[in-house]
């Protein structure tokens, strides 16, 4: 186990130490990914605001890949907070698409400011919705072998390699093209971190 947290306590670091420009591509890419799972909450109960999370997601791209791109994100973050799922509703759903408006929200508050955690804290979002997933579909009570079976669990290795990809992607100078790399990294051909689509 030690192996596992030296591993991320080193990617942690990296992570801190990259420019805010590319820790703001590196939660994009995470916040593309947790979008289906926010699709999939509205197509199932007829709640949410899919299309305003796109929105402002775009306009986070945007705002990467365009110099001087003048964007109020003070008013993004207002409308941000209106595509929270209902308070009242604490479905399984609904936490997951909780996670992408959060996700969204951090990254916002880099944009606006200081927001020196913002960076880890999407990184530990994506991951914590995969462990709730592997801890709601497989059913394992016992504390110790419930985390051994998340650690090793597929859907857990593959969000792994996926942070890993992404932040040797940002780790690069970020061009136009870099970006672009970045975000069709992110968007996994629809994927989400539980490894559901809309398709």
């Keep these: 186990m030690a192996t596992t947290s030296m591993a991320s306590q080193g990617f942690y670091q990296r992570l801190q130490q990259l420019p805010p420009v590319a820790q703001q591509a590196f939660m994009a890419a995470l916040c593309e990914r947790l979008l289906p799972n926010y699709a999939l909450y509205q197509e199932a109960t007829g709640q949410g605001n899919y299309a305003g999370l796109r929105a402002v997601l775009d306009l986070v791209w945007e705002h990467l890949k365009v110099k001087n791109a003048k964007i109020d994100f003070e008013k993004q973050a ?14 399984f759903g609904a936490r997951r698409a909780l ?53 090793d669990h597929p859907l857990m290795e593959d969000e792994n390699d996926f942070q890993d990809a992404v932040l040797e992607a940002v780790s690069q100078p970020l ?15 629809g994927v989400s971190n539980l490894g559901l689509s809309l398709e």
Aim: proline share 4%; charged share 30%; with cysteine.
């Design 78 to 91: 207002e409308k941000l907070a209106e595509c929270e799922p209902p308070a009242a509703d604490d479905s």
């Design 99 to 151: 996670e992408a408006v959060v996700a969204l929200a951090a990254l916002l508050d880099t944009l606006q400011g200081e927001a020196p955690g913002a960076v880890l804290e999407v990184s530990r979002t994506s991951r914590g919705g995969v462990r709730a997933f592997i801890e709601l579909t497989e059913g394992e009570d016992d504390a110790a072998a419930l985390a051994l079976l998340v650690r």
């Design 175 to 189: 061009e136009r093209e870099t970006l672009k790399q970045v975000q069709r990294l992110g968007r996994n051909d």
